[in-house]
């Protein structure tokens, strides 16, 4: 049986209810500011159009210079000028908004209005007109048919419009030139009696609730032009039959309207800049309400939102909580494409993605962004297992459709884990927590699927997860440091460093690289992790070279996913570049799964880093995909013979012929070759007989912190003077731990205590790390 999940339109009132942040969201003030009558009843309305709308990411035009520029061809604003014009246009639209909502108001209030003066006029027309002068001009059945006709189509001209189309400027421009034309039609009826003239005034008054100035000033036009026509074609329609003892009376009632209308003006002004900072408030809290609660790339809600939502669900105001699940979905391949494509890229992937999962849920749930590419769902009201499953594959299949990047169409999936309230957690953290492990699940069994949450899959997950928000948080706190341990010659002498990261934690003490390395490559932190590493090494690099202290090279171990990354070789570039070293003091090693993953682009930023006087090594040759072929062709400067074939060797063993094989081939094809994992002074032995260049192990050093190294290549530095100056000397310049520190390559004990070897004893005394 198929499970299909319809979906219906979100109206304007469903969508508010997701909250800040989310599509369609009101930003609401935390108090209702009411301007008048007129207003504070819509001002919670009115502000639906503060927030902006989510939008498809498109990459910028540029210009010839490659400046980013507008629509309109200019130079792009600057970021405070483009947020200020920004703000400005939220503010014109909360105004357009607030006249919108008087003008429609003032519309259908004049509507009644004008009917009223309807049946106004009729009396006036039936009882006043006989008893004037104009009685005896005007039968009274010819008054009553002005009254009806005429002021009939003046108010069904307004009334219609009003009803019709309400708020709009044309409407309240209609119904001001409407309204004094029925007063000049009341003046006519009632013969020019100076008591009717006030309706002129009143009128305007009335006008003066659309606070439109301009409405104002055509009232009074069509006021003035009645005086001035009827003043000259009718006067006595105007002022009564004494109309001729006062011929400029036209000019001192015009006068009047003039006089009211600086005031009524007046007062508009003032009240529209009032409402225009009252405005410019609400936007800027509407828009920090708006910022406080979603993410800036996407638009939806972020995690502080998301944490309200699901605590409001957990603690409702009225009744008992209703069951609800979260969905905890990681898109698949993302980092993949962000390290490939770049960053741009990847935010674009980033707002594609999020509007397929918007789209694909129902309008009740609620879908928020809480990391880089990770976004949560809360599903109200679903507790059926074949429910979420069918929503699960609804999303996975929504993501695994193209989705066009610069050109590139990407491929994405998503990793989603389930939780459920009540069944699986009472607390936002404890429903959060075990629907990553239900996801971390997912990813372990190969990615693109979802798991509902069961206890049985606890320990083992959520060690995972908590060990990637361990990384995440190390890396923010500066806990990871390189240690360095010692590459030795078949003559004694320091010829280099490798590098090696420590994660030096406050909680679990220093942690070897096994135990976070695999979870970082799984993560993809470990780019993260290379760029830390590349910086701290150059920059000791810097601090060596400063005090004259020799060092050999630093050999620093490469990621197949750093050395994939498109800003790799700028990155190195910059590094060296900013704490002024050489790049031929660098040596970088390369494991051989690399190749399996893109042989190409390895054997590229191989050649790039050559290029740069780099040397590149080959590290643990032999354990995993490389063939005689690949390594003739890729002309790899040092080749590293892994520690296991090392601690198998033995005289006339077949371990030792198969080191003696390596080391030949290498040096047929001009490589020279380093032995790791020396142990023993029977492997340093065999392998100096056997024209192994250099050596690495626990024999000669571990590896050791920057201070301990520092003092060691000192000693090494002073033993090497002794060398020089024993010319004779036959003995390693550098004693081993553990060996009696016997000479520093001079003929006796006795040189070597004189020449420093107790300060040597010291250094190797420190405490290293293990």
Not at 16 to 33: K, W
Not at 302 to 326: D, K, T, W
Not at 338 to 361: I, K, P, Y
Request: glycine residues 8%; negative net charge; charged residues 20%.
């Amino acid at each position: 049986m198929r499970l299909s999940l319809k979906k219906t339109a979100a109206t304007p009132r469903s969508r508010n209810t997701a909250g800040p942040g989310s599509p369609g969201f009101v930003a609401e003030p935390q108090e209702e500011l009411v301007f008048d009558r007129g207003i504070g009843r819509f001002s919670r309305r009115l502000f639906e159009r503060i927030s902006p709308r989510p939008a498809k990411a498109r990459p910028p035009e540029e210009d010839a210079e490659g400046k980013p520029v507008d629509s309109g061809g200019s130079s792009a604003l600057p970021i405070r000028e483009a947020a200020a014009h920004a703000k400005d246009e939220a503010v014109q639209r909360v105004m357009r908004e607030f006249d919108f909502a008087i003008s429609r108001r003032t519309d259908r209030a004049f509507a009644l209005l004008m009917a009223a003066q309807w049946l106004f006029g009729i009396v006036i027309a039936v009882w006043v007109t006989p008893r004037t002068w104009m009685g005896a001009q005007v039968a009274p059945a010819q008054a009553l048919e002005i009254a009806v006709l005429g002021g009939g189509a003046i108010s069904l001209a307004a009334i219609l419009l009003a009803w019709k189309y309400p708020g709009t400027r044309l409407s309240r421009h209609v119904i001001a030139v409407c309204q004094l034309l029925y007063s000049s039609l009341l003046i006519f009826l009632t013969g020019g009696r100076i008591e009717t003239h006030f309706h002129i005034f009143g009128s305007l008054a009335f006008l003066a609730f659309y606070l439109d100035w301009m409405v104002l000033l055509t009232g009074s036009l069509v006021a003035f032009l009645d005086h001035v026509l009827r003043n000259m074609y009718a006067p006595c329609t105007l002022f009564g039959m004494h109309h001729h003892m006062a011929p400029y009376r036209w000019l001192e009632h015009t006068g009047w309207i003039v006089f009211c209308d600086v005031f009524l003006i007046g007062s508009c002004l003032s009240r529209v800049r009032k409402m225009t900072v009252i405005a410019r408030q609400q936007v800027e809290q509407g828009t920090l309400l708006h910022q406080a609660y979603t993410d800036s790339l996407t638009q939806l809600p972020n995690r502080l939102r998301f944490q309200m939502e699901v605590e409001r669900r957990l603690n409702p105001q009225e009744g008992e909580p209703q069951p609800f699940s979260i969905l905890y979905i990681d898109l698949d391949r993302f980092k993949e494409v962000n390290d490939t494509l770049g960053h741009a890229a990847g935010d674009q992937l980033l707002v594609g993605a999020s509007e397929r999962l918007r789209d694909s849920l129902v309008p009740q749930a609620l879908l928020a962004r809480i990391g880089g590419d990770e976004f949560v769902a809360v599903l109200p009201g679903v507790a059926e297992e074949a429910t979420l499953v069918a929503m699960a594959q609804e999303l996975i299949t929504a993501l695994m459709l193209p989705i066009e990047i610069a050109g590139t169409a990407v491929q994405l999936g998503a990793s989603i884990g389930i939780s459920q309230f009540p069944k699986d957690g009472s607390s936002e953290e404890e429903l959060l927590h075990k629907a990553d492990s239900a996801m971390y699940a997912v990813k372990r069994q190969g990615r693109r699927g979802y798991a509902f949450y069961k206890s049985s899959t606890t320990p083992e997950d959520e060690q995972g997860v908590e060990e990637q928000q361990a990384l995440e948080s190390a890396m923010v706190n500066h806990e990871f440091e390189m240690h360095y341990q010692p590459l030795v010659d078949a003559a004694g002498n320091v010829d280099g460093v490798e590098a090696l990261m420590r994660w030096n934690s406050p909680t679990r003490g220093m942690v070897p690289p096994m135990d976070f390395i695999p979870s970082a490559e799984r993560t993809g932190h470990i780019v993260a992790l290379g760029q830390i590493a590349l910086e701290q090494v150059c920059a000791q690099i810097a601090a060596w070279q400063s005090e004259s202290i020799p060092f050999g090279k630093v050999a620093v171990n490469l990621s197949p996913r750093q050395l994939e990354h498109p800003s790799f070789l700028r990155d190195l570039d910059a590094a060296v570049l900013r704490h002024g070293i050489r790049s031929t003091w660098l040596c970088f090693e390369i494991t051989e799964t690399a190749f399996a993953v893109s042989p190409r682009l390895v054997e590229e930023q191989m050649r790039a880093l050559q290029h740069r006087g780099i040397q590149v090594s080959l590290d643990d040759f032999g354990t995993g995909y490389s063939s005689l072929g690949r390594l003739e062709e890729l002309r790899f400067d040092v080749l590293k013979i892994d520690r296991m074939f090392v601690s198998r060797m033995r005289e006339g063993s077949t371990g030792y012929r198969v080191v003696e094989t390596i080391i030949r081939i290498a040096h047929l094809l001009g490589m020279s070759v380093v032995a790791e994992g020396v142990e023993t002074a029977e492997q340093q032995r065999l392998l100096e007989r056997l024209g192994c260049n250099a050596m690495q192990g626990y024999y000669f050093s571990r590896p050791m912190a920057v201070a301990v190294t520092t003092e060691y290549l000192k000693q090494a530095a002073l033993c090497g003077e002794a060398s020089v100056r024993a010319s004779n000397g036959q003995r390693s310049c550098l004693p081993a731990p553990g060996d009696g520190g016997e000479s520093c390559g001079a003929k006796s004990d006795e040189e070597a205590s004189e020449l420093g070897h107790g300060a040597l004893a010291a250094v190797l005394a420190m405490p290293v790390t293990p």
